[in-house]
């Protein structure tokens, strides 16, 4: 017979996942679990990550199975399928980060499937942050990471032999990589009050040999503070990098702003430098806080991202500066 004990214990661990909008010891109402994360077309991770979340998981868990789903699904612009560089070399950029401040970050790494999971192995097991190149790829192998091939896709190569035509390198807004986007980040709160995110992506299309994008730049392409929220981009790297941009996102969520305003006001901060440069690119970024409000902005018109919580799974069309 069960005693009164055994049944709390069991009770608990069957027990359904917290209520949508939970009241903290503040009075404020927040949504948790959640993950937020960028294009419509990297939908599929953001399912994968719930699934980790909505079994009462970590969300470093759900972040990464999230990047991992659409490293080994999406054939364009994330993983190996995705285009390569001037030189029809396919080169990867990933970053994760815990809740802790833990993070780990590859650089145009070759011939792993899994880049995002290498980014983790380098957080958990060495003492440095960010691996590169062939280094990054020797540390993976040495790890159990296996060397996949160096072919390109079908579509890679199609849009690589176009490319080499004109050889001329020049981003279209939104769709560098024609078929579709080129980074999926994801950013996520789990039922603890704990965030994580993960950044993966093959980087700007037909981009120089060698080049590393925000999308492997802690406090550029990805970062989270705890005690304050989460932010991940996509875009034009470059210049993201100018403004570590996630990094100011957190940080005028940290001063009281709204997710979407945080966005806002880093996207201004472009605008502001050079108004005629900025309508030439896309940048865009996504915020989720602390208690699980999210928000996004971005340079242009087109940028569009996934929400997944217990009450709601959509698509929304960022707010933009420019309309194109
Ligand atoms: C990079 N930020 O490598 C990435 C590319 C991207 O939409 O997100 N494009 O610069």
Not at 15 to 40: C, F, H, M, Q, R
Not at 119 to 133: C, D, F, N, Q, S
Not at 182 to 187: E, F, K, P, R, Y
Not at 227 to 232: F, S
Request: charged share 25%.
């Amino acid at each position: 017979m069960l005693n009164r004990r055994k049944f709390l214990q069991l009770s608990s661990l069957s027990a359904p996942l917290l209520s949508i909008k939970n009241i903290a010891t503040n009075g404020d109402a927040y949504t948790k679990p959640i993950v937020i994360s960028t294009w419509e077309t990297y939908k599929g991770g953001n399912t994968e990550a719930w699934k980790v979340l909505a079994a009462n998981g970590r969300s470093l868990d759900a972040v990464e199975a999230g990047a991992r789903y659409v490293e080994s699904t999406i054939d364009c612009c994330v993983g190996l399928g995705g285009n390569p560089d001037r030189d029809g070399i396919v080169t990867l950029d990933a970053c994760i980060m815990d809740e802790h401040a833990n993070c780990g970050a590859v650089g145009a790494i070759q011939q792993i499937l899994h880049p995002v999971s290498v980014a983790r192995k380098i957080m958990e097991t060495t003492p440095h942050i960010m691996l590169v190149g062939d280094g990054a790829q020797q540390f993976a192998l040495e790890n159990g990471f296996k060397k996949e091939s160096k072919n390109l896709s079908p579509s890679a190569e199609a849009a690589y032999k176009e490319w080499l035509k004109k050889s001329e390198y020049k981003p279209e807004i939104n769709i560098e990589n024609k078929k579709s986007h080129d980074t999926v980040g994801l950013i996520a709160l789990d039922a603890f009050g704990n965030m994580s995110g993960a950044v993966t992506t093959s980087g700007m299309a037909f981009k120089i040999h060698g080049r590393v994008g925000d999308s492997a730049i802690i406090g550029a392409g990805l970062f989270v503070d705890n005690e304050v929220g989460a932010a991940t981009s996509t875009g034009v790297g470059e210049e993201n990098m100018r403004i570590c941009g996630t990094h100011l996102v957190v940080e005028f969520m940290r001063q009281g702003d709204s997710p979407e305003m945080a966005c806002r006001k880093a996207v201004n901060r472009v605008v502001k430098r050079d108004m005629a440069k900025a309508k030439t690119f896309q940048l865009a970024f996504l915020a989720l806080n602390k208690k699980g409000e999210y928000g996004a902005y971005a340079l242009q018109k087109g940028f569009v991202y996934c929400v997944k919580s217990n009450g709601e799974e959509k698509t929304i069309a960022s707010k933009y500066v420019f309309e194109i």
